[in-house]
């Protein structure tokens, strides 16, 4: 997995003990989605990530939504989608990176206002209701031959570096290799999704990326479970 770089865009002249001080009194650290989507594909994205101070909202929101207002509504039928949600997070507030940021923030980060995530305390998005239902529906064209399979998990990974869309996360538990499991989903999903759409499918283990998939995604509803 790539790692995420955001650059930071109105803390000039803050020491980290004064930003430490301003989310204390309520600040928040913000990113802002934009999508735009020319005919053949789609690009959704964040913006650099801006100091809001405690009780208001800012107008940080305005260009990203006026950009995907304009332009990301033209890819049938991931622009649409992708357009829709990028405004509706805008209009709630935005994205609160808060604590992945300052997990991350260092004096040297904060003077190059480019905070590069090694450490994330959040990994994981929730997928759209019609992503997780597609999904579902993909896994559960696989079951049938994979009884040994117990959970799975879905995702939307958002720790993407900086160009490249968050992509969705399949993650599955089962006592056997999830190898042969994973080659017959992909060609289950792509029943329904383009070859351009990203999936990456893990085993439930006990690696960090799994843990945060179970915390952080959904459960799917499986023939088994």
Not at 43 to 57: D, I, M
Not at 90 to 99: A, F, P, V, W
Not at 107 to 122: D, P, Y
């Amino acid at each position: 997995m790539s790692i995420m770089k955001y650059r930071l865009a109105n803390l000039e002249g803050f020491t980290i003990g004064q930003l430490e001080q301003e989310i204390a009194q309520g600040g928040k650290l913000i990113t802002y989605a934009w999508t735009i989507s020319p005919i053949a594909f789609t690009v959704r994205n964040v913006t650099s990530v801006y100091l809001v101070p405690p009780g208001k909202k800012g107008n940080h929101w305005l260009i990203p939504t006026i950009i995907t207002g304009l332009f990301g509504w033209w890819s049938i039928p991931n622009g649409f989608i992708n357009a829709l949600q990028s405004i509706k997070v805008n209009l709630s507030g935005g994205l609160d990176i808060t604590g992945d940021i300052m997990a991350n923030l260092d004096e040297a980060s904060l003077a190059t206002k480019t905070v590069e995530f090694k450490v994330a305390q959040g990994l994981f998005g929730k997928a759209t209701e019609r992503n997780r239902t597609l999904i579902t529906k993909a896994v559960n064209r696989t079951m049938p031959h994979y009884r040994e399979v117990d959970e799975v998990y879905l995702g939307r990974y958002i720790n993407t570096q900086e160009g490249e869309q968050p992509f969705h996360v399949i993650g599955i538990r089962s006592v056997e290799p999830i190898d042969q499991f994973r080659g017959s989903l992909l060609m289950n999903l792509r029943k329904d999704y383009y070859k351009h759409v990203r999936f990456e499918i893990i085993a439930l283990d006990s690696s960090e990326l799994a843990i945060k998939l179970v915390e952080q995604g959904d459960r799917l509803k499986i023939l088994s479970s």
